[in-house]
């Protein structure tokens, strides 16, 4: 782990396994951190915010170490990536690109670090000067999920680092061999001591001890309900600033008006891309009814000829699920499906003679909006899919949810677009298009998929809080209080 410059492990010496999910096999071991190691951790980052060089960067220079983080993520994407791929199952293709394509978000926020600003204030007193200015939280702890950590790491880090703040960033438990990787680059990049820590652990102790820490100020969480409730109770304890990025069941809706073969490619991308493995992955399906039997026996075919297999071969077009929870889970909510009346259009088990946590790309017709998967986050490649006739309903059905992160909307009708854009409760809308991401745009959903945006400008004001000064400018002395005008 890397805890205030040094690469330590746990302080009693504990490690446990991370698996291979193509094999199923050990393939490294990892430090188990403490409650003591946590608070180490969250001191470092504290003095390094308080008192260390860290403190007295300008934003100028602060915004130069961040851009050298930047230059060499895109140098190491190969080897960043081919680790992240033996650790989660993710396709090679998709890691390289992604850990390549993140130096853009460190880029983005290395630019933003001296644009953060303050404003004077048409007060109405007179002889009063009233300004303010953002100055930075403190210790940041970050929490993200295995899935796409390194994005979801730039997106925390990057704002947070730009706007002054210290960061403790704890690993997924399930696969945190990049992370420390990436623990290296923020050393060679000039950091000073302290103000990244990575450390590494199960939720308890280690997420438990981070997020109910006195001395963290904010704390920045992607994955599930379960855990974002732990740390909501946790931050009682220091009254932490809180986000949560809790996943979704994102609808996918298509009109009779689309292009059809664009929405089928997008639906693709959108589901059995990364194996179903993403926050945003667009897990229900809504097809208008004239076009609905057309549309399903396209993407049947596509679906019948993804090739699944190791995740670091270039033809691999579907790699393996991360962890053999996710398996279960999801061969236990295909077969409530079947049971409640669901018709398994193509997939629904764990494909023939291969080793590793492999299941195939499903597709489920679905005759109930009431049927427990059409809102249970299975986060795989299972796509659940209905008919409507009307926008009305199209609206009414993508809103029957507990979720509200993302939705996909194709048409040609532009008028539509926006209107149903606006209708749906979703925090992302794509329309004709699909997992589209950049620096630039926040994102962040509503409802049971959280709270609070990451990415876009306006999170590195998330990671700052205003500071209000009022000067008198006159030269006569104040009067007595006790005399009222």
Same mark, same amino acid.
């Given at each position: 782990?890397?805890?205030?410059g040094e690469w330590v492990g746990a302080s009693d010496g504990g490690i ?27 001191? !470092? ?28 993520? !895109? ?5 960043? @990536? ?19 394509? &993140? ?34 939280? @403190? ?49 060679? !990049? ?35 309900? $379960? ?102 889970? &999801? ?16 997939? @629904? ?6 080793? @590793? ?65 606006? !209708? ?7 329309? $004709? ?12 959903? &509503? ?39």
């Amino acid at each position: 782990m890397l805890i205030d410059g040094e690469w330590v492990g746990a302080s009693d010496g504990g490690i446990f396994d991370s698996v291979n999910p193509a094999t199923g096999a050990v393939w490294c071991r990892v430090p188990e951190a403490t409650a003591e190691d946590v608070d180490r951790a969250v001191r !470092a980052a504290d003095r390094a915010f308080q008192q260390g060089p860290w403190a007295r960067k300008t934003p100028t220079e602060r915004g130069k170490c961040l851009r050298r983080l930047a230059e060499l993520l !895109a140098e190491r994407s190969e080897t960043l @990536g081919r680790t992240e791929t033996i650790d989660t199952g993710k396709m090679l293709k998709e890691t390289r690109w992604q850990a390549k394509y &993140i130096a853009e978000f460190f880029q983005f926020y290395a630019g933003c670090a001296d644009k953060i600003s303050g404003k004077t204030l048409p007060i109405d007193k007179p002889d009063l000067f009233v300004f303010t200015m953002r100055e930075p939280l @403190g210790v940041v702890a970050a929490v993200v999920p295995w899935n796409s950590q390194l994005f979801l790491a730039a997106v925390k880090i990057g704002p947070a680092l730009a706007a002054g703040n210290t960061v403790v960033l704890k690993a997924s438990e399930y696969a945190s061999a990049a992370m420390l990787e990436f623990g290296e680059l923020v050393e060679e !990049a000039g950091f000073p001591a302290g103000v990244v820590n990575i450390i590494t652990g199960h939720g308890n102790p280690c997420g438990r001890e981070l997020t109910s820490h006195p001395l963290v100020a904010r704390i920045s969480f992607t994955g599930g309900p $379960n855990a974002a409730r732990s740390i909501l109770e946790n931050s009682k304890n220091n009254f932490a600033e809180v986000s949560l990025e809790l996943g979704g069941k994102s609808p996918f809706l298509v009109f009779d008006d689309a292009n059809i073969d664009s929405a089928v490619s997008g639906s693709v991308a959108g589901i059995f891309g990364a194996a179903g493995q993403s926050c945003v992955a667009g897990s229900r399906l809504y097809l208008h009814e004239n076009i609905a039997d057309e549309f399903l026996e396209k993407m049947v075919e596509i679906a019948s000829r993804v090739k699944i297999g190791d995740p670091l071969a270039e033809e691999t077009q579907m790699g393996p699920l991360c962890t053999l929870g996710q398996l279960a889970h &999801i061969e236990r909510e295909v077969a409530l499906a079947v049971e409640a009346g669901g018709k398994v259009l193509i997939g @629904g088990k764990r494909p023939k003679g291969m080793e @590793g946590q492999y299941y195939e790309p499903t597709i489920i017709d679905c005759p109930r909006q009431d049927m427990r998967i059409m809102d249970t986050e299975l986060f795989g490649p299972v796509l659940c899919v209905q008919r409507f006739r009307t926008e009305e309903e199209a609206i009414r059905l993508a809103n029957h949810t507990t979720h509200g992160l993302a939705a996909g909307i194709f048409t040609q009708n532009s008028a539509r677009a926006l209107r149903v854009s606006k !209708a749906v409760r979703a925090g992302i809308v794509w329309v $004709n298009t699909y997992r589209a991401v950049s620096p630039i745009a926040e994102f962040g959903g &509503i409802k049971g998929s959280g709270y609070g945006r990451e990415s876009g400008f306006q999170a590195m004001y998330d990671y700052t809080r205003p500071k209000t000064v009022w000067m008198n400018m006159s030269d006569e002395p104040m009067e007595n209080p006790f005399i009222m005008r």
